[in-house]
């Protein structure tokens, strides 16, 4: 298991025919076909919630976007947590 080779490729682009995406698809496919174990982690399959810093008169300054990260907030939005390696 010591020589197992495990790669991840994290794509932040939201656009539907990311260059990323597939660039980055391509290179976890040569990985595998290298032996290596490859998952890609693809931003655009997780809703997350954008937090601008906005203040509201928080201490520290908050926004809705922020709260639904810590599991408040009034935005309804699920986060859903990475897979584990």
Do not use: W
């Amino acid at each position: 298991m010591a020589d197992e080779v495990r790669v991840v490729g994290i794509c932040g682009s939201l656009r539907k025919k990311s260059y990323t995406r597939l660039a980055l698809k391509l290179a976890l496919r040569g990985a595998e076909e290298a032996g290596a174990e490859s998952h890609l982690i693809d931003r655009h399959d997780y809703q997350l919630v954008f937090c601008d810093g906005g203040d509201r008169g928080d201490d520290p300054p908050m926004n809705d976007g922020c709260d639904a990260l810590e599991g408040g907030g009034s935005s309804g939005s699920e986060v859903r947590q990475p897979p584990q390696f």
